[in-house]
């Protein structure tokens, strides 16, 4: 029987990775997103919610398994995108429900 790949980053080891639970509704639910290694760092996770990668994005989780830690960061995330919201432009209208969702948590 073959194994699964792990999802813990390989190299650097000592890096912040973040990944998106996405809520896909009705039968299909929540999941955590598929997302390349090269990919989990957090500038490009808020160029992905800018450019409306994520539907529905319900939660953002980061983690560093070298410094052996892991948060929700979904607030400051949204922070972030608020503070940035100016200089985006054109705002997916996804962008904007998860701002309003993260408002209210």
Known sequence: MSRSPSIVPIAPTDRDVYLVLEDFGGRLGRAWCETAEEDTGRATLVRHLTEGQYEHPARIVAF??????????????????????????????????????????
């Open 64 to 105: 560093n398994t070298a410094e052996g830690w892991s948060r929700d960061v979904t607030a400051d995330i949204a922070d972030e995108l608020r503070r940035r919201f100016v200089e985006l432009g054109d705002v997916s209208p996804s962008l904007l429900k998860f701002l309003e969702r993260a408002a209210r948590h």
